[in-house]
């Protein structure tokens, strides 16, 4: 198999592979979730919104608010967590989120901490739960990036509410559209092992499930009972 694209020469899989595999396995979990959500929002929104340097990270104790967490404070945010237990918040703490909140009404605290501004971006993987109240978190012109929906899909909603809200942004970004020449695979891969290599981002394996245990692991991942990233072992 060859990437390839009209502007672009030919990169054997192989050779990509192979780059990849001296970093480890685990940054390869880093790259192909992180990359095409982190990257992707971040790019996105870095243009809208991030410059004021706040950022509310919801599901934070999964892998990928973890890394968002770490993330956003190297780029100098603020991140403001959300945990459901005391050893998730000091976890959330730990990547970089302070304050640490909890799921319940969480809209209305983010505003008593911006002094009713709201904050620049949300990046929300619950989904249908959390929506509402990310959405109400948001400032004038802010972005909610919605990268995953572990509690089900976002229903329909009403675009003036995005007027209504402070002329808002809403974007739901998926990994294919990112790295879709060799070139911007090459480039986003150099950009996230290098902040590995840094040791700017780490990565918290939360359990390794047998690959004939699968369905325990989505169990305990429904069930909120990880940290982390999971890993099934085949």
């Not at 192909?32 to 950022?55: E, K, P, R, T």
């Not at 237990?85 to 319940?104: F, H, I, Q």
Request: aromatic share 8%; glycine share 12%; proline share 5%.
């Amino acid at each position: 198999m060859m990437y390839e694209s009209r502007s672009e020469p030919l990169l054997p899989r192989a050779v990509f592979m192979r780059r990849l595999r001296r970093h480890g396995a685990w940054a390869m979990a880093i790259l192909f979730v992180s990359l095409g959500i982190g990257m992707a929002g971040f790019h996105w929104a870095c243009g809208q919104a991030w410059i004021d340097a706040f950022l509310n990270s919801t599901m934070l104790l999964g892998g990928m608010g973890l890394l968002l967490s770490q993330w956003g404070k190297a780029l100098g945010a603020r991140v403001i967590g959300t945990a459901s237990t005391p050893e998730k918040v000091e976890l959330a703490r730990s990547a970089g989120a302070n304050p640490v909140l909890g799921y319940d009404g969480f809209a209305a605290a983010v505003r008593d901490l911006t002094d009713g501004d709201g904050v620049a971006a949300v990046y929300d993987g619950v989904g249908r739960a959390t929506f509402d109240e990310s959405l109400a978190s948001l400032r004038r012109h802010g972005v909610l990036v919605l990268y995953g929906q572990s509690s089900g899909p976002v229903p329909p909603f009403d675009l003036a509410r995005l007027n209504s809200g402070g002329s808002l942004y809403v974007t739901r970004p998926t990994l294919g559209h990112f790295v879709s020449t060799p070139a911007e695979l090459l480039s986003r891969a150099g950009d996230v092992l290098g902040l590995v290599a840094a040791g700017t981002l780490s990565v918290r394996i939360g359990g390794r499930y047998p690959l004939a245990e699968a369905a325990r692991a989505h169990e305990d991942l429904e069930a909120r009972r990880t940290t982390g990233k999971l890993l099934l072992i085949p």
